[in-house]
């Protein structure tokens, strides 16, 4: 059980364009879910915090414009690149919380977005 | 600024116990201390969680002193699988904060 998926786990596209990464929990109604950005080496960098049905909060230093958080139900959050360019290319991660231990995150299988 | 601390870095061979503490200063009363395990590319995914004192499962022990200021994640008999990043994360808190510190990133070497 527990299980958070994402999708696409890959992703090239070219600069300008905008990208769009689902994240759903399979089997339970996640009521936080976290979007995370890591770069190679470096560790999970939080970006966003999201609870369904209201508006996500930013950590400081990422444009909410850039990076459109939806989490219209319990169980999908989806995080938009828009305008992506090259230094957007990371991988992304989401997690989600809402069920299991107290403050045990779920993850998603990350996906890797590549900006031409 | 990242709540937790640990090792950058450690190395090991395998078969050896391998010890990896976390330093959380500020940790709340109504935190939990978590690991989680990371391979190149993927999620992080659970390892093991404790409050206080020692917890045991299948593939690890957590030791919590009874301050909860630190905490020591031992992996018993590591084999080269277990090359991975480390996280300890202290949450959720009042605010939901899940940010990770930096990991600890092991080598295991035959």
């Known amino acids: 059980g527990a299980v958070v998926s994402q999708h696409p786990s890959w992703v090239i596209c070219k600069s300008g364009t905008s990208v769009k990464i689902e994240c759903r929990s399979l089997?339970?109604?996640?009521?936080?879910m976290f979007w995370y950005r890591q770069f190679p080496k470096q560790s999970l960098m939080l970006m966003a915090t999201s609870n369904e049905g209201s508006k996500a909060t930013y950590e400081q230093g990422v444009e909410k414009d850039k990076f459109l958080i939806n989490h219209a139900s319990l169980t999908l959050s989806t995080l938009t690149v828009t305008s992506a360019h090259p230094e957007d290319s990371s991988f992304y991660i989401c997690s989600a919380t809402g069920t299991g231990r107290i403050g045990e995150l779920f993850f998603g299988e990350g996906s890797r977005l590549t900006v031409l | 600024l990242a709540k937790t601390t640990q090792p950058i870095s450690m190395d090991s061979y395998e078969g050896q116990e391998v010890n990896i503490t976390c330093s959380h200063n500020n940790i709340a009363t109504n935190d939990y201390i978590t690991w989680y395990q990371q391979f190149p590319s993927q999620g992080p995914r659970f390892i093991i969680q404790g409050y206080k004192t020692k917890v045991t499962n299948e593939v690890a022990s957590l030791f919590i002193p009874a301050d909860r200021k630190s905490s020591t994640l031992s992996l018993p008999r590591v084999s080269l699988s277990d090359t991975a990043v480390y996280y300890c994360?202290?949450?959720?808190?009042?605010?939901?904060?899940?940010?990770f510190g930096a990991g600890t990133r092991l080598t295991v070497k035959p």
């Open positions: 089997d339970f109604q996640a009521t936080t």
């Open positions: 994360l202290v949450g959720p808190n009042n605010n939901n904060d899940m940010r």
